[in-house]
C-alpha cells in the first residue's frame, strides 16, 4: 500500500491507436480509466496539465451520501464503499477519514427538505438521521445550536486525499496496461461515414474508436470540438486553513451550515479547513486565491461557531465547481454525434466523492451492460426539451444538498 503526494512523470509520445480515449485526469477520468482497463478495454487517458491539476487538486475533499436525489445517494453510498476498500483495490492510502457529516438547518424549511431527503436515504441503506440539540453539541462543540431549528448527520461520511485518489487510480489503470499522458491537449476529433475514428492532441493524432470526456470544469469546450452541447460553468471555490492551533482542535464532523454553506473540519496538524461558497463569484476560470474572501468567511464563521470567530488563517487555496443548471451530473452516451462519446462531468461540487462509482457506471455503459445504478436522469438530453413541460427531463429538479 502506498500514500500518493505528487504524480510522477508521465510524459510521453503516444501510441498510434487506443480503443478508447479517456480526456481528463482528475478523480473522474482516473477511475474511468481505471475501472475501464481493469475490464479489459485498451486505454489511453490524456491530460493537458498534470494529473489531479484541476478541481481534483483541491487539499482534502468530502466524502457521503447525504443527497436528496435517489441517484446521487446511491453514487455516493456505492463510493463510499469503494474508498473504504481503497487500500486493497486499486491499492493506495488516500487518507480517508470518517468522522461525519452534519449538515446545520436554519429553518423549519430546511428541516421538512431534510427530514424527506433522511428518510428516502434511510430507505436507501444511509445511516443517516435527524439530530436533536444536545446531540449536535456532543458532535461539535464549537456550533452556537440556538442559530439552527434542526440537523442532520450521516457517521459514515468524512473525507480523503484526492491526490492520492487519483495517483492511485491512474497507477491501477497502468497496471493493467492503460497509458496516461500528461501535458496533452486534445485539439479535435476525427470522424467518417458516422464513425469516430481518431483523436487530435498538440502531440498527434491517435486513432480510436471511443472517447470519455471526463474535463470537468473545462468540458464544455472539449465537448463542443466533438459538436456536442455540455452545459458545464466553471465557478472559484476557496478554502482556507488555520495553523495547528493551541489548544488543539476537538476532532468534529465535517460540518456544513446549511443557509450559508459556511463549512469547517479538523485538518492535520492540530488546524481546521474552512471554506464558503461566494455567491458573487462570477463565471470564470479563476483560481487566484482572494484573501478579500477572508470577511466573508469570518463572517459565517462566527455566526455558527463564535468560539472560532478570531481563530487565524495562516494560507488559502482557490479551485473550480464544474457547476450544470440543475447542479446535477451528466452521465451518459451522447447521441446526435458521430462515433461512441460518453461524458461523465458536471457534477457541481461532488465529483470526487462520486467517482469511484461513476468510473463502474462508465465501464457498464462503455461494455454495453446495464450498470447497478440508474443513472439515465444524469443524460446531457435532458436539457435539450422544452422547459415549460412539466413531463419533460429536461425538469428533473436540483440536487439540493450541495455546498
Given at each position: 500500500m502506498t500514500t500518493a503526494r505528487r504524480s510522477r512523470d508521465r510524459r510521453g509520445s503516444l501510441p498510434a491507436r487506443a480503443e478508447v480515449v479517456v480526456v481528463g485526469g482528475g478523480a473522474m477520468?482516473?477511475?474511468?480509466?481505471?475501472?475501464?482497463?481493469e475490464d479489459g478495454a485498451d486505454v489511453l487517458l490524456l491530460?493537458?496539465?498534470?494529473?489531479?491539476?484541476?478541481?481534483?487538486?483541491?487539499?482534502?475533499?468530502?466524502?457521503?451520501?447525504?443527497?436528496?436525489?435517489?441517484?446521487?445517494?446511491?453514487?455516493?453510498?456505492?463510493?463510499?464503499?469503494?474508498?473504504?476498500?481503497?487500500a486493497n483495490r486499486p491499492g493506495a492510502d488516500i487518507g480517508?477519514?470518517?468522522?461525519?457529516?452534519?449538515?446545520?438547518?436554519?429553518?423549519?424549511?430546511?428541516?421538512?427538505?431534510?427530514e424527506e431527503s433522511?428518510?428516502?436515504?434511510?430507505?436507501?441503506?444511509?445511516?443517516?438521521?435527524?439530530?436533536?440539540?444536545?446531540?449536535?453539541?456532543?458532535?461539535?462543540?464549537?456550533?452556537?445550536?440556538?442559530?439552527?431549528?434542526?440537523?442532520?448527520?450521516?457517521?459514515?461520511?468524512?473525507f480523503a486525499y484526492p491526490l492520492a485518489v487519483v495517483e492511485g487510480y491512474a497507477a491501477g489503470a497502468e497496471a493493467y496496461g492503460a497509458r496516461v499522458r500528461t501535458h496533452v491537449t486534445v485539439t479535435g476529433f476525427e470522424s467518417r461515414d458516422d464513425r469516430l475514428v481518431a483523436v487530435w492532441t498538440d502531440q498527434g493524432r491517435v486513432r480510436t474508436d471511443a472517447v470519455v470526456l471526463c474535463a470537468g470544469a473545462w468540458t464544455r469546450d472539449v465537448a463542443a470540438k466533438a459538436g456536442l452541447d455540455l452545459p458545464v460553468d466553471p465557478y472559484r471555490r476557496q478554502i482556507g486553513f488555520t495553523p495547528?492551533?493551541?489548544?488543539?482542535?476537538?476532532?468534529?464532523?465535517?460540518?456544513?451550515?446549511?443557509?450559508?454553506?459556511?463549512?469547517?473540519?479538523?485538518?492535520?496538524?492540530?488546524?481546521?479547513?474552512?471554506?464558503?461558497?461566494?455567491?458573487?463569484?462570477?463565471?470564470?476560470f479563476e483560481r487566484t486565491y482572494d484573501p478579500a474572501w477572508l470577511p466573508l468567511l469570518r463572517g459565517a464563521l462566527g455566526a455558527c461557531a463564535p468560539e472560532l470567530t478570531d481563530v487565524p488563517v495562516a494560507r488559502g487555496w482557490a479551485g473550480l465547481y464544474e457547476m450544470t443548471p440543475d447542479r446535477n451530473a451528466l452521465i451518459g452516451e451522447a447521441t446526435g454525434v458521430p462515433g461512441r462519446v460518453l461524458y461523465a462531468a458536471g457534477f457541481s461540487g461532488h465529483g470526487f466523492l462520486?467517482?469511484?462509482?461513476?468510473?463502474?457506471?462508465?465501464?457498464?455503459?462503455?461494455?454495453?451492460?446495464?450498470?447497478?445504478?440508474?443513472?439515465?436522469?444524469?443524460?446531457?438530453?435532458?436539457?435539450?426539451?422544452?422547459?415549460?413541460?412539466?413531463?419533460?427531463?429536461?425538469?428533473?429538479?436540483?440536487?439540493?444538498?450541495i455546498i
Open positions: 477520468g482516473a477511475s474511468v480509466a481505471f475501472h475501464l482497463a491530460e493537458a496539465e498534470e494529473l489531479a491539476s484541476g478541481s481534483s487538486g483541491k487539499p482534502i475533499g468530502g466524502v457521503r451520501a447525504q443527497f436528496s436525489d435517489p441517484a446521487n445517494v446511491d453514487l455516493g453510498n456505492r463510493s463510499l464503499e469503494l474508498y473504504e476498500d481503497f480517508l477519514q470518517q468522522p461525519g457529516y452534519l449538515f446545520l438547518l436554519p429553518d423549519a424549511a430546511d428541516v421538512a427538505l431534510f433522511v428518510a428516502m436515504q434511510n430507505e436507501r441503506g444511509v445511516a443517516s438521521r435527524m439530530l436533536a440539540p444536545d446531540a449536535v453539541r456532543r458532535l461539535n462543540p464549537y456550533v452556537d445550536v440556538d442559530r439552527y431549528a434542526g440537523a442532520a448527520y450521516a457517521a459514515r461520511d468524512g495547528p492551533l493551541d489548544p488543539a482542535p476537538v476532532r468534529v464532523p465535517f460540518t456544513i451550515d446549511y443557509g450559508s454553506t459556511f463549512y469547517f473540519h479538523n485538518a492535520a496538524p492540530d488546524g481546521l479547513l474552512l471554506g464558503i461558497a461566494d455567491p458573487a463569484t462570477p463565471v470564470a462520486q467517482a469511484p462509482a461513476v468510473g463502474e457506471v462508465v465501464r457498464d455503459l462503455y461494455a454495453g451492460r446495464t450498470p447497478g445504478i440508474d443513472v439515465s436522469g444524469f443524460s446531457a438530453d435532458r436539457f435539450a426539451g422544452d422547459p415549460r413541460d412539466p413531463t419533460d427531463p429536461g425538469r428533473r429538479g436540483p440536487e439540493s444538498n
